[in-house]
């Protein structure tokens, strides 16, 4: 099967919701401590938040997912117009594709027409880094769009699970390293939903990147998804629930803030406010997501992605005003309590 043809097969199926983890991505555990006297006036309270020193309307990272086959191009310029208008970052799936057939190119291309303006991340996948990235693929990755960041997305799981993924991951911190020194982008590493623990993370940090996303378990599984593709059948596989709870590799990761100079994103199963605002008060600085973007998009376009965006922009601010606080980057420890 083509790259193309997978691409198309991931979107289908993410956007169906039937291939989420069973394992919840920890936000469950918590509820936040309300406040009977928060002293606030709801008017006072902005969702504004800062991400590599650019400050953004909304903590919400729109996480890469799309690109690279017949329909992308329409689903990415719906995401890019969006992103532009509120003032939001989001990267564009795996540019693999784009390196392998040029003839893809505009699928990704139309996200800086449609944004002039706005932060877009670039995506490659580690196992591409692998003997390094040359210096022709990673202008390309990066001048095509524009890019005001470089993802670099691991993925072992995912591609242990396609007939016709990579199998070789020797490498790939060297090649992320490399990176690194390669060009003056920030580096943003991303699971894509098994998660990335404290031992992992600090290699990242030592290797030189900016930001972890920890695209913990939760969220999409996507071995399921691999599992589930027609020309990959595969329903007893035992790999499914593979992986770190995301709220569990946000705790990890957030230990290390104090000593490294790194931002942490929480992503993998963030399906509403209180999971961004549980996120934020044990640690993370910003949050992503895919499925439920997309899925909106998908189902309803634009106007569909503005309902979702109002509704979790109202969550948020309620929950803010209730917590007595001003800001995401208020949320602390202190605003959780764990479930007896």
């Known amino acids: 099967m083509s790259i193309k043809d997978r691409k198309k097969d991931h979107v289908d199926l993410t956007t169906s919701g039937e291939v989420d983890y069973q394992i919840p991505a920890g936000f469950e555990q918590y509820y936040f401590a309300h406040n009977a006297l928060p002293e606030m006036n709801v008017d006072e309270v902005s ?9 953004f309307s909304f903590p919400l990272f729109i996480s890469s997912m799309t690109g690279g086959y017949t329909d992308a191009g329409a689903v990415n310029a719906i995401i890019a117009e969006f992103c532009e208008e509120h003032n939001l970052p989001f990267g564009v799936g795996s540019q693999r594709v784009m390196l392998e057939d040029p003839e893809t190119t505009s699928s990704f291309s139309i996200v800086r027409e449609k944004a002039p303006n706005a932060f877009i991340a670039s995506n490659i996948g580690g196992a591409q880094l692998v003997g390094g990235l040359s210096k022709e693929k990673l202008h390309l990755l990066i001048d095509s769009i524009e890019a005001d960041a470089v993802i670099v997305h691991l993925n072992p799981l995912q591609e242990l699970m396609q ?5 070789n991951f020797v490498g790939i911190e060297k090649g992320i390293a490399q990176l690194c020194r390669d060009t003056a982008l920030p580096i943003i590493v991303k699971e894509t939903g098994a998660g990335i623990s404290a031992e992992v993370g600090k290699r990242l940090l030592d290797a030189g990147v900016d930001v972890i996303d920890v695209a913990g378990a939760g969220g999409t599984s996507w071995a399921k998804v691999e ?3 027609a020309s990959n059948k595969n329903p007893d596989n035992n790999f499914n629930d593979w992986g770190i709870p995301t709220l569990e590799c946000v705790m990890q990761l957030s230990d290390f803030k104090e000593d490294q100079n790194f931002e942490l994103i929480a992503s993998g199963g963030i399906r509403s406010s ?3 605002a549980k996120s934020f008060c044990l640690g993370a600085d910003f949050a992503a997501s895919a499925q439920p973007v997309i899925k909106a998009v998908v189902e309803n376009g634009y106007d569909g992605l503005e309902q979702l965006y109002q509704k979790w922009y109202n969550q948020l601010v309620t929950i803010l005003t209730l917590l007595g606080c001003k800001t995401p980057s208020e949320l602390a420890p202190k605003h959780l309590k764990l479930k007896q």
């Open 47 to 55: 969702t504004e938040v800062s991400l590599l020193n650019r400050t």
């Open 163 to 167: 007939p016709e993924g990579d199998r």
């Open 227 to 229: 599992n589930e593709r």
């Open 274 to 276: 209180q999971d961004i």
